[in-house]
């Protein structure tokens, strides 16, 4: 649900909800009104659009301070009456207040997967102090009694209302976070900026009191309490929860799965009320269907509609074959799966697929489609059962489509049993290969993906022939020769025409003329500097200056340019990390050689107050120790040297007591982990800075800091050692598991002949092996793997095992490549929703981590390795 907002803006790259317009052909919103909300100007008012909201307050002075602000929820029918009410009643009373600027964001606030914190807010009042809160709200309760709406899910609700309160900043401003990162603040009664939590429920600061008039009425019951004991949350969106519950009277075990009204809206213009009961009613109509569970009961309770329905003792699809298909887990990672292995997952998969062909053609017959299809969407029971789970959209056939469905799994275009037929395609080869994500965006990946599934499985040409009817685009290539791994190890292309490709594609997606990227990011990056390392310019510019055999100075140039002139503006930021801020930024221009802007923004970043930053190698203390050691060094340092021995031996204090502090909590939280947010890079960090210093003490403990890290570690089915995400998933990757922890922990071992009594460097490489990789990119992906077996090869560790998966890994990068045009190369981002062109998800890392392996860079993670 976080991504949401950033996937409309463009079909192809995450952007600023900010910059999407719903376009008039789109056919997903032809039942969503759309356009600029007009203004209704008033003598002495000040309009401007700020986001996706329309501020207007009176006089020229700027909104400020803090206090009880008013949110008005909002549905997307009733945003118009009530602009005209709210408005009118602010700008009568000298109100500012802001509204929503587009009526699309009207259904986009209150859509499905919208932030539940964001949820039905359309339009918010700042009253001048507490008393003119009160006064306000309660006028607009009686103002506004016809109206209906969600409940605002971080605020109070006033008298039942669509009238909410949340006592909160009136203007953006930052503080640090318990972990140390920049969050939204106000200020205490002291005048020291504290964290303005948006909590969902809501919770007012400790130094607030809540007026009587805003607390919340005590519910009233509506019937007899439901027999049902609520035992465990598995599921929030905005639409409501999904529980694991019992059943008090049977003591049988049931899922209850909860609709709050006006809220979840569909692309039809349905809440998720409205779908539930179309849910059971086709739950009902369908039953006793092979693979429709069983609905028990449907019943509304303080407003919300929960159905009572079979829980399911299994697990989803996706999970299934993410647990045993054996390109991706075998119990010798070094060896090619064995034909015995393969073919018996092949005949496990055929088993679970004939069921539900025969479950969706079950409800075809019935004359409905079951409309969202996905690996999530189909539950495996231990004996291969299969039951199809959430029926939000299954209608019938001629019914209005409510959702696009699942990305990977649908195809706008597609409507009714088609839809259905196209789905049922794309999870059969997710089970062999998961992903269909990117066929949207290449009229060649789907016919490459078939023909790798064939050549690791050994499936016959009919079967690829079936998926590409089933499921082939009218630009879908069908026919000539197929280049299954067209990376830059094919003799045909070379690494320099490889490469240059990714350059090209690079220029073609710049853009120069915005100040908030120069290229395509993660989602994540719109929340830290533009110039950043991560996710930002110099996260390319890294890439381009290291890399030998590339040909684009000019490139390089305007990237140095944009980095040095855009990274002034991140002095007002909190952000001083190597990662997430100018500091990194200063340093790919201290490698580019360009040391005044280098040194402006190295000044900058580390002149900042510390006071309260974390510890990690991506946003605290132990990256910019990292960074600052490095440039102290050299011909022309940019850092003191003492600075720099300053920066490590406060990083050496604070490190001890934070482990001390880990050390005795029963359940650390999982950020706690990895070489960039968590123990291992503060140990790594740690190590260095008691080589450089001497500091005995200081190297023993990084030595417990990555024995604590490697604590959080399980023994998989492959034999590896994975990071144990409180027990949803293992973990191998770069950014936090296995591979990030197998560089620290080689590093710590070649110092004092130090071994580790929790771990080997083969128990984590293991965790390296798999053909199959569902991300490309350099931190949680395919680059990062081939970059850190690089480096251990480099170092001696493991050197011919390394080697082999290294090679293993850089044969399979052609299944993530994207051309969608001649001579252009990209690389998917996170999740594969959207390419990406930063250091962390995208084409800049993979070339880096492609680059350092094919010995053409010395060097691959900024300030680390």
């Known amino acids: 649900m976080e991504h949401f907002f950033y996937t409309f803006a463009d079909p192809d790259s995450y952007d600023d909800i900010a910059r999407w317009r719903a376009d008039p052909a789109d056919d997903r919103f032809r039942s969503t009104r759309r356009g600029l909300v007009p203004v209704v100007h008033a003598e002495g008012w000040q ?45 009568a009373r000298g109100v500012s207040f802001k509204f929503l600027a587009r ?165 039809v213009g349905g809440d998720s009320v409205v779908r539930a009961a179309k849910e059971y009613q086709a739950m009902r109509t369908l039953a006793g269907l092979p693979g429709i569970p069983e609905a028990y009961d449907q019943f509304s309770w303080q407003s919300h509609l929960f159905t009572a329905m079979e829980y399911v003792d299994g697990t989803t699809l996706q999970e299934w074959c993410a647990a045993r298909v054996p390109f991706l887990v075998r119990p010798e990672p070094f060896e090619p799966p064995t034909p015995e292995d393969i073919g018996a997952y092949h005949r496990d998969v055929e088993e679970i697929l004939t069921k539900v062909r025969r479950a969706m053609e079950a409800i075809w017959d019935r004359g409905h489609v079951f409309g969202d299809l996905h690996s999530g969407n189909v539950m495996v029971t231990p004996g291969l059962d299969v039951k199809l789970i959430d029926l939000e959209t299954c209608l019938p056939e001629d019914a209005p489509r409510p959702f696009p469905g699942a990305p990977g799994f649908t195809d706008p275009a597609r409507t009714g049993r088609a839809a259905d037929e196209y789905a049922l395609a794309m999870l059969e080869l997710s089970c062999y290969m998961p992903l269909t994500h990117l066929i949207r965006m290449d009229g060649t990946k789907l016919r490459q993906l078939l023909e790798t599934c064939r050549t690791w499985y050994g499936l016959p040409r009919e079967w690829a022939d079936r998926l590409l009817r089933a499921a082939r685009r ?70 381009l200056l290291g890399t030998r055999g590339l040909d684009a100075p000019d490139l390089v140039e305007e990237v140095a340019d944009w980095t040095a002139a855009r990274g002034r503006a991140s002095a007002t930021r909190l952000e001083c990390g190597l990662y997430d801020s100018e500091l990194g930024a200063g340093y790919a221009l201290w490698k580019a050689g360009q040391h005044d802007h280098a040194r402006s923004l190295v000044d900058s970043a580390l002149a900042k107050d510390r006071d309260g930053i974390g510890l990690s190698v991506f946003s605290g203390l132990a990256g910019i120790h990292l960074a600052a050691s490095e440039m102290a060094s050299g011909v022309d340092p940019l850092v003191p040297e003492d600075l720099a021995e300053e920066l490590g031996a406060e990083l050496t204090e604070r490190a001890k007591t934070y482990l001390d502090r880990l050390a005795g ?201």
């Open 665 to 865: 909590t029963d359940e650390p939280d999982v950020s706690h982990y990895g070489l960039m947010h968590g123990v291992a890079g503060i140990a790594l960090a740690v190590h260095r800075h008691g080589l450089r210093a001497g500091d005995t003490a200081a190297v023993d403990l990084a030595r417990d800091l990555l024995e604590f890290e490697l604590s959080g570690y399980v023994r998989c089915a492959d034999g590896s050692l994975q990071f144990n995400e409180a027990g949803r998933r293992s973990l191998g990757y770069l950014e936090v598991g296995s591979c990030g922890a197998a560089l620290v922990l080689s590093e710590l071992t070649r110092h004092g002949g130090w071994v580790s009594a929790r771990a080997s460097i083969e128990d984590l490489v293991r965790a390296t092996g798999p053909e199959l990789m569902v991300q490309s990119g350099l931190f949680r992906g395919r680059a990062g793997f081939v970059a850190a077996l690089a480096t251990l090869a480099r170092d001696g560790v493991a050197e011919e095992r390394a080697r082999a998966l290294v090679h293993r890994h850089t044969q399979q990068l052609g299944v993530h490549e994207i051309r969608p045009r001649e001579g252009e190369l990209h690389f998917p981002g996170s999740r594969n929703f959207k390419l990406s062109s930063d250091l962390r998800t995208g084409s800049a890392g993979v070339l880096t981590g492609i680059a350092f392996a094919s010995g053409r860079r010395d060097n691959w993670l900024p300030g680390v390795f």
């Open 47 to 91: 309009y401007s659009q700020h986001g996706i909201w329309t501020v207007c307050r009176p006089g020229g002075e700027p909104v400020t301070g803090q206090g009880w602000k008013i949110h008005i929820a909002v549905t997307p029918d009733s945003f118009e009456a009530l602009r005209e009410k709210v408005s009118a009643f602010c700008t």
């Open 474 to 543: 009218p630009d879908t290539v069908t026919d000539g020769p197929l280049t299954v791994a067209s990376s830059h190890l094919d003799d045909a292309l070379g690494f320099e025409t490889w490469a240059s490709q990714i350059v090209t594609g690079l220029r073609a997606t710049s853009s120069h003329d915005r100040a908030d990227r120069l290229f395509r990011s993660d989602f994540t990056g719109f929340s830290l500097s533009p110039v950043s390392l991560a996710t930002g310019a110099a996260g390319v510019l890294w890439s």
């Open 103 to 267: 009526y699309e964001y009207a259904w986009l606030i209150n859509a499905k997967y919208a932030p539940r914190q964001v949820s039905g807010k359309g339009f918010v009042l700042y009253p001048a102090d507490e008393e003119q809160s009160l006064v306000l709200a309660g006028e607009l309760v009686g103002l506004l009694a016809d109206a209906e709406g969600p409940r605002i899910l971080s605020d109070l609700q006033v008298d039942r209302s669509v009238v909410h309160v949340r006592y909160g900043a009136y203007t953006r401003q930052y503080c640090r976070g318990d972990a140390g990162k920049p969050v939204l603040a106000l200020e205490d009664p002291d005048g020291r900026r504290v964290p303005d939590r948006r909590s969902v429920p809501f919770k007012a600061p400790s130094f607030v009191r809540i007026p009587d008039a805003f607390r919340p009425a005590p519910p009233v019951a509506d019937g007899p309490v439901p027999p049902y004991r609520i035992d465990k949350t598995l599921h929030f969106s905005n639409g409501g929860g999904v529980y694991l519950a019992t059943d008090l009277g049977t003591g049988r075990q049931l899922v209850l799965k909860e609709a709050r009204p006006f809220a979840g809206y569909d692309l």
